[in-house]
Structures are given as C-alpha cells and as structure tokens.
C-alpha cells in the first residue's frame, strides 16, 4: 500500500510504527480465534478405543464415548464445532454402512448432540471408508477396465446426508466429488423435510498427495487406481472456480478449498469471485509435516501452526477445518496484548 501512495502523493511519508505487542494486535488486519475453527474427528462404534495414527501424531480413531470427551475438550477450549468421519466395523461393494442408523457417525452424532447441544456437529458425506474398494462412488468394472459410476453413486450419497441428518446433524459435508451431488443431497433432505441443514461443498477438491496420513485415519486408501478421475488435477485454477459456482448453483451453501496451504491462490479467487462463506480444509499431511519437523526439533510447532492458519484466514477462509484446533484455540484464547 505505502508504494501507491508514495506515487499519489509526494509528501506522503510512511512513519514508523512502534509494533509493541498490543498494537501489533490493534492493527491485525486477519483475526484468527477459536470460534474460525473446526475438529475434524475419525470415530468408530464401540467404547473406550482411542487408536492412535501413526503418520498423524496426536490423531486417534475414537469410539464414540471418547469423540465425546474429544469434542468436550476442544469445545471447552472454544471450537465450536467438529467434522465426523466414520470407520465402518464391515465394508462392502455398495456402502451399506454410510447409511445405517447405526453406524459410527451416527452414533457418535448423537452422543454428540446429547452431550453438548451447542456443538456444531458436521458430518463427512462421502462412500470410500465404506466401499470394500476404498472408491468414493460405485466401482464397476468391464472387461479391462474399471469405472466410477457417476449417477447411481449420488442416490447414495442422498440416503447417507438424510441419515446424518435424522441423527442430529447441523450441517453436512459432501467430500466425494461426484457431479450433480449437491443437487441430488439437497433434494434427498428436502424431500425428506431437511430443508433447514446446510451443506457445505468440498468444492475445489484436489487430487492430493497430501491426503496420505487421512487414508490411514479413515482406513480409506482405494485398493487400486485413483482418485483423479473424480478429483482435481492441481495445475487447475479455472476449472476450480467453475467447480465452486456449479456447487452454489445446485444449493450449497458454503463451499470448500482442499488442501489449503498448496492451494491459498484458489481461496483467495474463490472467496473474491463469489464472496460466500468459504473454508478452507488444512489436510492431513499438513498437519504431519509439521508434527514430524516439530517432533525433530527442526521447527517451532506454535509459530509455523500460528502462521500458517493466519494465512489461510488472509487468503479467505471464514473457517478453517483443521486437525491443531485445539491447541491452536488454547494458543489463541490465552493470548493477551
Ligand atoms: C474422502 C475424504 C478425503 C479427505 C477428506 N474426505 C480423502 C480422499 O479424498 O482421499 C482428506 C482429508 C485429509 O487428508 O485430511 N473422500
């Protein structure tokens, strides 16, 4: 800005300011606070299990008793809401666990919602943890070659939100990039009389290296092939935002960037093109790189988390999912000036 106005007008002499810290946070032109988070939880049925992930230090799969005293935590550090994503006990060819009321998210959205009201329980709406071929949609495969099936896969996408729905959900959150599912979801809750949950789009998903560690998390790693048909391919900005406004045309309501870090060009485009509520989805590998750097000692794990979540709030997350939110909302709520 100083460059600008320097040509404008000649006497224009920028002073320096004296940053001591309160008006360091006086002049923060990004906030960063508790209430912009959101806990990504991986929960299974059963109690009193907390395994932990060996590429995510820190991550557990949780029963449902233990999410609960996981979200109570966090919440109590004051993130306000968590993203479920459920391990199924059995998987099968047809993902008959994403829509069982019995199954782990739920059941833990029930817990949740019991336990503590006021949480904001968003559920992942996606096939892979539930197809025995770990895909996001059907698989059928001809005589030497294997395809995702675009449209039968939606009807189940469509049953799965209305399951979160009827358990409590507040929000669902379709990952599964299949075309036209936001449509197909939005018409399977209202048809069902849903029409007050909101949907937030995993709208500019990209095919990512940096999912690694969640396929361990979520037991989730296609068993062959890839995701790249259905998942963006990095080099992509445009088709990002065309991605973005087909999601806001059939009826999402917050749209999603994913991953964050590799990806804050297409958050900040996104969020000045369409100015909606926008979140930004810090993957699993980024939180692993900086456990692992941190846990060598190579790197201040405070600082690098601080900084680069403040990025994603400069680059136009209104909200960030993120697997540090409860450190980080202990960090910022015991900050003082
Ligand atoms: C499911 C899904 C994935 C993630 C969120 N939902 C994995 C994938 O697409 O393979 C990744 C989240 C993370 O890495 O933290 N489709």
């Known amino acids: 800005m100083s460059s600008r106005l320097v040509g404008k007008f000649p006497e224009y002499r920028p002073r320096r300011l004296r940053r001591t810290p309160v008006l360091r946070q ?11 988070l959101i806990l990504p939880l991986f929960v299974r049925t059963g109690s009193g299990l907390r395994k932990p992930i060996s590429s995510m230090p820190g991550v557990f799969q ?16 004051g993130v306000p809401a968590v993203l479920l ?16 009321p019995k ?7 029930r817990a949740l919602k019991k336990a503590l009201p006021r949480l904001v329980v968003i559920t992942d709406v996606c096939l892979c943890e539930y197809m025995s071929h770990g895909h996001c949609g059907i698989v059928e495969t001809r005589a030497n070659s294997t395809e995702i099936l675009n449209d039968p896969t ?10 979160h729905v009827q358990a409590g959900a507040d929000i669902v959150a379709p990952s599964d990039m299949m075309d036209g599912r936001i449509r197909a979801i939005r018409q399977a809750l209202d048809s069902r009389g849903f029409t007050e949950a909101p949907i937030i789009s995993y709208a500019a998903k990209f095919a990512s290296a940096f999912y690694g560690p969640f396929r361990e998390a979520a037991e989730s790693a296609p068993q062959f092939g890839d995701r790249r048909s259905y998942q963006m391919h990095g080099a992509n900005a445009l088709e990002a935002l065309r991605e973005v406004a087909m999601d806001i045309e059939e009826g999402a309501d917050m749209v ?4 964050a870090l ?27 790189m900086i456990q692992a750097a941190a846990e060598r000692g190579w790197i201040d794990r405070k600082g690098v988390l601080l900084e680069s979540h403040y990025a994603m709030r400069r680059a136009g997350a209104d909200l960030i999912i993120t697997y540090a939110a409860r450190d980080l909302a202990q960090w910022l709520s015991a900050q003082t000036p």
Do not use: C
């Open 26 to 36: 006086m002049l923060a032109e990004t906030d960063l606070r508790p209430h912009h």
């Open 62 to 77: 949780l029963s449902v008793d233990e999410a609960v005293k996981e979200a109570q935590a966090a919440y109590n550090a």
């Open 85 to 100: 994503f459920g391990i199924p006990e059995t998987k099968d060819e047809h993902a008959t666990g994403a829509f069982d």
């Open 103 to 109: 199954g782990s998210v739920q059941e833990a959205t």
């Open 154 to 163: 939606l009807e189940i996408l469509g049953r799965a939100a209305a399951s």
């Open 256 to 259: 999603m960037v994913k991953p």
């Open 262 to 288: 590799a990806y804050l060009d297409i958050l900040w485009r996104v969020k000045s093109e369409f100015g909606y509520p926008t979140v930004a989805y810090a993957v699993s590998a980024e939180y692993s």
